[in-house]
C-alpha cells in the first residue's frame, strides 16, 4: 500500500529534530556570555551566568557586575537568529 505524498510530508514534520552537539552548546553559551559582558558600560569583576540552553528563539543570562560602589544584577537576552543581546536595568 503506498502511502500519500501529503501523509509522508506530515510523517517527516513529526519526526524530532536532532539534538546539537555538545560543542554547539559550549559555543552557544560561550556566544551569550560574550555578547552579554560587551554591553556593559562600566568596569568591574563580571559574572555572567548562562541558562545552558535558553528557549527556541533566545539564551538568557544573569549578569552581575561588583563594582566600587556596589553590586548590580540584570538579565541578558540573546537573539539566537541575529547574535544580538540587550541588558536589563539592574534589580
Sequence with gaps: MRMPTA???LVALATPATASSGDAWETFRQDVATACTALLQEEGDVAVEVNPF??????????????????????????????????????
Excluded: H, N, Q
Excluded at 62 to 77: E, P
Excluded at 78 to 88: H, I, M, Q
Design 7 to 9: 501523509l509522508l510530508a
Design 54 to 91: 535558553g528557549s527556541d528563539r533566545f539564551g538568557a543570562a544573569i549578569v552581575t557586575l561588583t563594582t566600587a560602589s556596589g553590586t548590580d544584577r540584570m538579565i541578558c537576552v540573546y537573539v539566537k537568529e541575529t547574535g544580538t543581546a540587550e541588558l536589563t536595568s539592574p534589580f
